[in-house]
């Protein structure tokens, strides 16, 4: 009875343990089978292994048999390693494949580093076969065209596409599109400002595009300048009539800013001219007024007789009508004869 117990205890754990192994072998038969079919082979261990370390099979399956059918040699452990740093496996494969057809130079290492630097591979792939164009400047911005004035004061208002060409192996730490977008439009400006008339731009607008592209604009980027077209170009308002319009006025204003100031410096000289003036007067008042005391003073001291103060009245007198015979009208107060 015992016996019996003890071997229907082990029937029962072999059972269990039968179970336990095909549920788990069942979640990864289906994958196992796919990829040992495809060539693409992936060992049991390293499915569960993976599953332990929640990475997502299917994704790493799919993943490695698109890159084995494809001619990439390209292990489960280095899917799953970037898969683990946060990669996205499928586009980086999907950019290593369309790479390869397109006899792009790309290899593992290089396409991990691109994806984990944020950079979208797949479209940097395509942009290598197909080159794209950009604006400048770009639509949607603050500015709908790119604005410089010619030496003789005519504004020009361009436009320009440039097509270009990603570089995989400058990718990254390059430069984005607005790297080259501004350097662009620097170029087109330097270009137009230094031609001596609008006319010459006008005349000769590849001349922009020639002058740009032999800058070199596209070092430190992360794309290849195939050529920079001008779309369009109008002209825009005389700015070197309104600079001079504008200094000119601002040179009136100053002129009768300085006017003023003369003015007012004259009449405030000539106010203080004036108050000299009475002031003298008045000095001269007070002097004549000592003129009687010191009369008196010579009677007191026996210095003038009264002949000697008729002889002075009469010559007061005299002087008095000769002036008035000779038409002066103004008199001082020592002319009109002394205070009795």
């Known amino acids: 009875m015992n016996m019996q ?59 490695r048999i698109r890159a ?49 630097a944020g950079r979208d591979l797949f479209e940097a792939v395509q942009t290598s076969v197909n080159p794209k164009v950009i604006d400048c400047p770009s639509q949607g911005g603050p500015r709908s065209t790119i604005d410089a004035v010619a030496k003789d004061g005519i504004q020009l208002k361009a436009k320009a596409r440039v097509t270009v060409r990603t570089n995989i192996q400058r990718l990254v730490g390059g430069a984005t599109e607005e790297t080259i977008i501004a350097r662009v439009g620097e170029g087109i400006v330097t270009t137009i400002g230094s031609a001596n008339t609008h006319k010459e731009v006008l005349e000769n607008p590849d001349r922009i595009s020639k002058t740009v592209m032999e800058k070199g604009l596209d070092a430190g980027t992360a794309f290849e300048i195939l050529s920079i077209d001008i779309a369009d170009i109008d002209v825009g308002e005389n700015i070197g009539a309104q600079l001079q319009a504008a200094q000119a006025e601002a040179d009136k204003k100053r002129f009768q800013a300085e006017a003023e100031k003369r003015r007012a410096l004259a009449f405030a000289l000539e106010q203080e001219n004036k108050a000299k003036i009475e002031e003298n007067k008045a000095l001269v008042v007070l002097a004549e007024a000592e003129i009687p005391r010191a009369i008196a003073e010579s009677f007191r001291a026996g210095n003038l007789g009264i002949m000697d103060y008729y002889r002075l009245k009469n010559v007061q007198a005299d002087t008095q009508m000769r002036s008035a015979i000779a038409g002066g009208g103004n008199q001082s107060a020592g002319e009109r004869g002394p205070l009795t």
């Open 5 to 63: 117990a003890v071997l229907i205890a082990v029937g029962v754990v072999v059972f269990l343990i039968v179970v336990v192994g095909i549920f788990v072998v069942g979640q990864f038969i289906n994958l196992y089978i796919q990829a040992s079919f495809s060539g693409a082979k992936v060992t049991m261990i390293e499915l569960i292994g993976m599953r332990l370390r929640k990475v997502d099979l299917k994704t790493v399956v799919y993943s």
């Open 68 to 116: 084995v059918k494809s001619g990439l040699d390209i292990s489960a452990n280095q899917l799953e390693t970037h898969y683990l740093a946060g990669g996205r496996v499928p586009q980086v494969i999907s950019a290593l494949i369309a790479a390869k057809g397109a006899r792009i130079p790309l290899d593992w290492s290089i396409a991990t580093a691109i994806d984990l």
